[in-house]
């Protein structure tokens, strides 16, 4: 059970059942489930995180995966942020070991009927594009989709994110918004106001767009429209990222990283990796402001953003990278993901393998009856030595990733094929 469960049921019927159950029923219901899930029915909404504080069940749940019995655990020397941090801590802990050594199932279905290109996950809901003329939002606990958002007919679709209460695309030229309730767009920008574009990033109220020139754009979502602009490479823009004190970190096609303060327009560094191939996907943590990024030639580095230094760079395909992801905050393990289709989980503080996955080919079909495409059938995953030929491995079993995202204990993967893989694991 997680937000996008609540988000699937939000209608006034079902808000009244559910609010209709005594804290006494709530409790028992919650007492059933393991930690992980626990964790995420807190973040459903205000009444259910009440219930679970109240019940003590995530300090239960704590003490008796610690080893901790009886008056062995005195809670009034534990403050209540000292005692969540251990959990989530913990929580972590079980993350990376389950991703590590742990069973794989992988949940598939057709989500659209072109390429996607682009996969984006916040707490338990994923949306989708690509190719074609919609975005869809998903449920990934229940496969399902929970809004579509139709596109302008004027360009086609580059990148885009989305918080709790809006999408934003970048369609063509056009920066274009849609509420999280509306089909349609509600707002789309003059077009024809910069170069060609590749990338964007979003965190409210600004977009900012890479584009070819090598210069960015930020689009001021409230006063709808362009405010700056931010000169960051002699070629064209090719991924972006934006910390939570408004660094923008852009990488180019020249395998470099700029890094920007969006609040002055002024370059604060430039970052130079030995690969001189273009950089095609980079991510930042913001718990250990370490920034990751990948190249068309496989490579992949990491950079201290506190002390401008590079922690590492290691081949880690043989082929185009296309996303490297982590969980938010998560700094025990990265996803990486490119055109050869294998899952491959590296450690973030070394660039080592921790483990690579491909599909097994036997499949078996459920009784989905709540997604409104394809159905959905589950296969198993298959872990593979670090030295497997996997050029020499059938197709099916790998099929190319265009996109990937990382959740607890699960990782989103998206196709060209129009299918969404949803890799979870388990201890």
């Not at 580059?158 to 920066?175: H, W």
């Not at 190249?295 to 506190?306: C, K, M, T, V």
């Not at 992801?325 to 590296?346: E, F, N, W």
Request: hydrophobic share 35%; net charge positive; charged share 20%.
């Amino acid at each position: 059970m997680d937000r996008s469960t609540s988000s699937s049921s939000s209608s006034p019927a079902n808000k009244r059942r559910i609010e209709g159950l005594n804290d006494d029923i709530m409790c028992t219901v919650f007492s059933f489930l393991d930690l992980i899930h626990l964790i995420r029915c807190t973040a459903v909404c205000k009444s259910w995180s009440g219930v679970i504080d109240k019940s003590k069940l995530l300090q239960i749940l704590y003490c008796k995966q610690r080893g901790i019995f009886g008056g062995d655990f005195d809670a009034s020397t534990s403050s209540e942020g000292t005692l969540k941090g251990k959990i989530q801590d913990l929580a972590i802990s079980q993350h990376r070991s389950a991703l590590h050594s742990g069973h794989v199932n992988i949940y598939q279905w057709k989500g659209h009927s072109d390429g996607i290109d682009k996969c984006k996950m916040k707490s338990g809901l994923v949306l989708t594009g690509g190719s074609g003329k919609v975005m869809r939002l998903w449920s990934v606990e229940r496969y399902k989709c929970l809004a579509e958002y139709y596109l302008p007919q004027t360009g086609s679709l580059i990148d885009f994110n989305f918080d709790e209460s809006k999408v934003v695309g970048l369609v063509g030229n056009q920066i274009c918004l849609w509420r999280r309730n509306e089909r349609r767009s509600i707002f789309s920008s003059q077009s024809g106001q910069f170069p060609k574009s590749s990338c964007m990033c979003y965190v409210d109220p600004e977009a900012v767009i890479g584009c070819e020139d090598g210069r960015a754009r930020v689009f001021d979502m409230y006063g709808r429209k362009w405010s700056r602009i931010i000169m960051m490479h002699n070629g064209p823009i090719t991924c972006l990222s934006l910390s939570d004190d408004q660094l923008l970190i852009g990488g180019s096609s020249f395998g470099h990283i700029a890094l920007s303060d969006l609040s002055s327009d002024q370059q604060v560094a430039l970052l130079k990796t030995n690969d001189f191939a273009g950089l095609t996907t980079l991510c930042y943590n913001a718990r250990s402001h370490i920034v990751f990024a990948a190249s068309r030639s496989g490579r992949a580095s990491s950079w201290d953003l506190r002390m401008m230094k590079q922690l590492w760079e290691a081949r880690v395909s043989p082929n185009l990278i296309s996303s490297v992801q982590h969980m938010r905050d998560d700094i025990s393990v990265l996803a990486v993901g490119g055109i050869d289709g294998v899952l491959r989980l590296v450690d973030p503080q070394t660039g080592d393998f921790l483990s690579n996955c491909i599909i097994y080919e036997s499949c078996r079909k459920l009784n989905r009856s709540d997604t409104c495409h394809s159905p959905v059938t589950r296969k198993k995953g298959l872990r593979v030595s670090e030295d497997a030929r996997f050029d020499l491995m059938p197709r099916l079993s790998r099929p190319s990733i265009s996109s990937l995202a990382v959740g607890m204990q699960k990782v989103v993967t998206t196709h060209a094929d129009g299918y969404i893989r949803v890799w979870k694991f388990s201890k």
